[in-house]
């Protein structure tokens, strides 16, 4: 089993910035993708953006030119740089990981979640 722990997010004022932690750890032998999510109030979990193991990203509409992803493979940690953030990027962010355990079995793992709001 594989654990996923996010981190960094909080209140911040529109056009502000926050930048997400999230860290696998456990019963990891390899790690494929990683990716984001976003749940705004009331609505379904959707893609913010994602890194392959090899370095390609991809961005949602919205946020492309504000946020960036990044990993940093030795630690199994991913990032989500966030700027110029606006009140409809407030919601829950969730960080999921596809990941390979020592045992050799592969799955996804998501993270609890960690709550931004942008609000003046």
């Known amino acids: 089993q594989a654990q996923v722990v996010e981190s960094g997010g909080g209140l911040v004022q529109p056009g502000g910035s926050l930048r997400l932690s999230c860290a696998a750890s456990?019963?990891?032998?390899?790690?494929?993708?990683m990716g984001w999510y976003h749940q705004a109030p009331g609505k379904q979990r959707e893609l913010v953006a994602a890194?392959?193991?090899?370095?390609?990203?991809t961005y949602a509409n919205s946020v492309k030119g504000r946020f960036t992803i990044s990993r940093e493979s030795a630690r199994n940690t991913v990032y989500l740089q966030m700027n110029s953030l606006k009140p409809e990027d407030t919601g829950v962010y969730y960080c999921?990981?596809?990941?390979?355990?020592?045992?050799?079995?592969?799955?996804?793992?998501w993270g609890q979640g960690t709550q931004v709001t942008v609000s003046s």
């Open positions: 999921n990981i596809g990941a390979t355990t020592t045992r050799g079995a592969s799955g996804n793992y």
């Open positions: 890194i392959s193991s090899g370095g390609s990203t």
């Open positions: 456990g019963d990891i032998f390899s790690i494929n993708a």
